[in-house]
């Protein structure tokens, strides 16, 4: 098990900016690739982005791209999800994830394999 909490999220206004942050317990996080997810009211779970265990690799769903970064921090156990210019169709719980099976850069929700317990971003218009 890898227990990961979310923080972060929060109220803030179309345009603005919130930094999640992503914190794993566990001496192998640093093999891990991490994602970030997200899930809005009566819709499905979506990939909002991945990164690989080093870092050097990125992946943006369209939707988030050129407005959301994703970074970790492997010497404190860290991953990152700084978005800025929000819009109100934002708004979501958001998710962190870890791949420990090292899937790639997956967009697929089943390839994550431990899951924290989410944080609310709330963007008003």
């Known amino acids: 098990q890898v227990p990961l909490v979310e923080s972060g999220g929060g109220l803030v206004q179309f345009g603005g900016s919130l930094r999640l942050s992503c914190a794993a317990s566990?001496?192998?996080?640093?093999?891990?690739?991490m994602g970030w997810f997200r899930q809005a009211p009566g819709k499905a779970r979506e990939f909002v982005a991945a990164?690989?265990?080093?870092?050097?690799?990125?992946y943006y769903a369209d939707s988030v791209k050129g407005r959301f970064t994703i970074s970790r921090d492997n010497a404190n156990n860290l991953v990152y999800l700084q978005m800025n210019s929000l819009k109100p169709e934002d708004t979501a719980v958001y998710y962190c994830a870890a791949d420990a099976r090292n899937m790639g850069l997956s967009v697929a929700a089943t390839s994550y394999d431990y899951w924290g317990q989410g944080t609310q971003v709330t963007v008003s218009s």
């Open positions: 990164i690989n265990w080093s870092g050097g690799r990125t």
């Open positions: 566990g001496g192998t996080f640093s093999r891990y690739a």
